[in-house]
């Protein structure tokens, strides 16, 4: 292995554990390309913040990150976890951008009371 596919790794192991597809990690003459498609901007932000963990100021210059977006029409999904509450979601995943009222709103499909959610339920936040 490589000292970028060591530095990198973790990026692409994320990014498949996400749920990236078409995940291709190209290196030539000290720079790692990884490229693929996110599901959504979400899970995009969240690659890109594992960069950061790595390369905080972004100054090594040597990696560049091609994910494209699978859906734009929303922002993420969320699987609520025992304890959450909307407007919790609401600060964790936007934060703060968005309102409980907002997701809520953006889940009538599912939800019929905002005081109401169940682990497992696969919410849309959506953009903002």
């Not at 997701?103 to 009538?108: A, G, K, L, T």
């Amino acid at each position: 292995m490589s000292q970028l596919t060591d530095k990198y790794g973790d990026v692409y192991i994320l990014a498949e554990k996400l749920g990236c597809e078409g995940l291709s990690a190209n290196e030539e003459n000290g720079h790692m390309t990884i490229s693929g498609s996110a599901p959504t901007q979400y899970v995009h932000n969240q690659v890109w913040d594992k960069v950061k963990e790595i390369d905080p100021g972004l100054d090594d210059g040597d990696l560049t990150l091609n994910l494209s977006l699978q859906r734009q029409d929303i922002y993420g999904e969320y699987e609520v976890q025992s304890g959450d509450t909307l407007s919790g979601i609401a600060q964790k995943i936007t934060k703060g951008k968005l309102t409980y009222q907002q997701i809520f709103d953006s889940n009538r499909d599912i939800l019929s009371d905002a005081d109401r959610i169940n682990p497992g339920q696969r919410l849309k936040i959506p953009n903002f």
